[in-house]
C-alpha cells in the first residue's frame, strides 16, 4: 500500500505563509486525483484542493486566491502553497487521493494565530 507522509506544518501569524508539502511511497500523482483535507478540532475533515492526474485544480470557496496546490511527479511530491494565512484556516493538514483515499498519513499542523 501507498504510504503518504505530510510536513511542513507550523505556528505563523495571520497574513503568513507556509508550504506543505506531501511524500508518497509510489508515483501515484501521475494517476490518480490528489488532494489536501484538514481538520479542526471538533469539526469534520473537509476538502481544502484537489489536483487531478492531468494537472487540472480546483480550491474550496474559503481558500480559493490564497492557496496553490502543486505536484511534482518525477520527486513523487505534492504541494500546497499557503499566503495570506487566517486563524480559520487552522488545522491538522492531511494529504491522499481524491475521494477514495488510500490510508491516512499523520498530519501536519497548522496554527495561525497572534
Known amino acids: 500500500q501507498v504510504q503518504l507522509v505530510e510536513s511542513g506544518g507550523a505556528l505563523v501569524q495571520p497574513g503568513g505563509s507556509l508550504r506543505l508539502s506531501c511524500a508518497a511511497s509510489?508515483?501515484?500523482?501521475?494517476?490518480?486525483?490528489m488532494a489536501w483535507y484538514r481538520q479542526a478540532p471538533g469539526k469534520q475533515r473537509e476538502l481544502v484542493a484537489v489536483?487531478?492526474?492531468?494537472?487540472?485544480?480546483n480550491y474550496a470557496d474559503s481558500v480559493r486566491g490564497r492557496f496553490t496546490i502543486s505536484k511534482d511527479k518525477g520527486k513523487r511530491m505534492m504541494y500546497l502553497q499557503m499566503n495570506n494565512l487566517k486563524p480559520e484556516d487552522t488545522a491538522v493538514y492531511y494529504c491522499?487521493?481524491?475521494?477514495?483515499?488510500?490510508?491516512w498519513g499523520q498530519g501536519t499542523q497548522v496554527t495561525v494565530s497572534s
Open positions: 491522499n487521493r481524491e475521494r477514495i483515499p488510500l490510508p
Open positions: 509510489g508515483n501515484i500523482f501521475s494517476i490518480y486525483g
Open positions: 489536483i487531478s492526474g492531468g494537472g487540472s485544480t
